[in-house]
């Protein structure tokens, strides 16, 4: 029973919107799109990531308002994150730890870009800016690689690019994706192929049979 005092109000949502910054609200903005994304919800609407951010649909187009200002500043904050993954291992360990140490940062890159690269892929398509930063963003995973197998890569005092091509393409998304996500295998099975291929092109110990 009421005696006969008020209660303060509970805070609304549009109350604790107003109280952010304008960066912490594109922030939220632009996390609650990939979060969606990665959920699976590759076309979420407007509503579904007001939601998700806990601000108003009016927010997103005030701070995204040309048609695909949201999505660059997805892929950006996307790619960010992906190159703090990034991390050659000592070039000076044997050669099949530095290989345990690629699939290892392999498998984490994929948990973040599992879903918002397939989707970043289509929409690099139409929009070269995504194209661009996604490149950015590939060129740094295979400097990566080049440092990491600088020996067994280096042919007639320089670096094998064709090697290269085929260990970034073993290590890279697209092989993976398709052991997980089209063949059906799991993680740890998906970096048991991957790190068989790597130590055939580059000439380690065959665990195959492990």
């Known amino acids: 029973m009421s005696d006969g005092t008020t209660e303060p109000a509970s805070e609304s949502p549009t109350v604790r919107r107003r109280r952010r910054n304008p960066e912490q609200t594109r922030k939220a903005i632009v996390d609650a799109l990939l979060t969606a994304i990665k959920d699976g919800k590759f ?6 990531i007001a939601d998700r951010a806990g601000v108003s ?3 997103i187009f005030v701070h995204f308002p040309g048609r695909n200002d ?3 500043a997805a892929v950006e904050a996307q790619s960010e994150y992906v190159e703090t993954l990034i991390a050659a291992p000592d070039p000076q360990l044997p050669l099949d730890a530095r290989i345990d140490a690629v699939i290892a940062q392999s498998e984490a890159i994929f948990a973040a870009q599992r879903n918002p690269r397939l989707l970043g892929l289509l929409e690099s398509q139409s929009i070269p800016v995504l194209d661009e930063r996604m490149r950015t963003t590939d060129g740094r995973t295979r400097d990566g690689l080049a440092r ?4 067994e890569l280096h042919r007639d005092g320089g670096t094998d690019q064709e090697l290269l091509d085929l260990v970034e393409a073993t290590v890279g998304w697209a092989y993976r994706h ?3 996500d089209r063949r059906g295998l799991s993680q740890g099975a998906a970096s048991r192929a991957i790190a068989r291929a790597l130590r055939a092109l580059l000439g380690g ?3 195959g049979a492990a």
Do not use: G
């Not at 990491?148 to 020996?151: H, K, R």
């Open 43 to 48: 076309l979420p609407t407007a509503k579904d």
């Open 57 to 59: 649909e009016r927010s």
């Open 70 to 72: 949201l999505r660059i």
């Open 148 to 151: 990491a197998f600088a020996t």
């Open 178 to 180: 398709q052991l997980v």
């Open 205 to 207: 110990k065959d665990s």
